[in-house]
């Protein structure tokens, strides 16, 4: 089995993937390292894994560079690669390998599969049963309308109770003792 275009390695660290043309394909790279986890590589790459790193040297290479002067490459700072790194390295990982099966012969898995549907016949029914219509139910014994009850003797409310004069509260004052001075002698040598 040959080697794969790209290695695991390769795959982790992509941020981009281009497709620039039927063979060469454009490929941005994050750094692993803590002190250039900022920076950013680039590696232009054609179908028989041969690697490229400056886009003058691609110039040179290919016969038709038109299509280079009109591309907009997209950079690794643009805000949505910036904001989200691991759902580009996912979309940029989901191309390479689309591009690497591409490349290698075999077909891509984009196009949809086609399920073959088996139908069964469902068996009817029989007849169907008559529809029964509802029957009004007549009541067994009328209802009684309740009278109002009447009172024999009017009920009379109690008189209210009226003060004479307000009550007054008296506070009681105690008075305490007078105190006493005691004088306390000096204690002897």
């Known amino acids: 089995m040959p080697t794969p275009l790209l290695t695991a390695d390769d795959l982790g660290s992509l941020l ?8 060469w394909v454009r490929e941005v790279h994050r750094f692993n390292s803590q002190r250039k986890k900022r920076m950013n590589f680039v590696i232009f790459r054609n179908c028989e894994n041969k690697k490229i790193t400056s886009l003058e040297e691609l110039k040179e290479l290919l016969e038709d560079t038109s299509f280079l002067e009109t591309a907009e490459l997209k950079s690794a700072f643009s805000h949505d690669i910036v904001s989200n790194k691991v759902g580009a390295n996912k979309i940029a990982r989901k191309a390479a390998k689309a591009w690497m ?3 290698s012969g075999r077909k891509v898995g984009s196009e949809p599969k086609v399920v073959k549907a088996t139908i069964k016949e469902v068996p009817l029914l029989k007849e169907a049963s008559p529809v029964i219509e509802a029957v009004p139910v007549e009541e067994a014994a009328p209802v009684e309308v309740a009278s109002p009850v009447e009172e024999a003797a009017p009920v009379e409310e109690a008189a209210s109770v009226e003060e004479a004069a307000p009550i007054e509260e008296v506070a009681v004052v105690e008075e305490a003792a007078p105190v006493e001075v005691i004088e306390v002698a000096a204690p002897v040598e």
Do not use: P, T, Y
């Open 16 to 23: 981009i993937f281009e497709k620039l043309c039927d063979d």
């Open 101 to 103: 099966a591409e490349s």
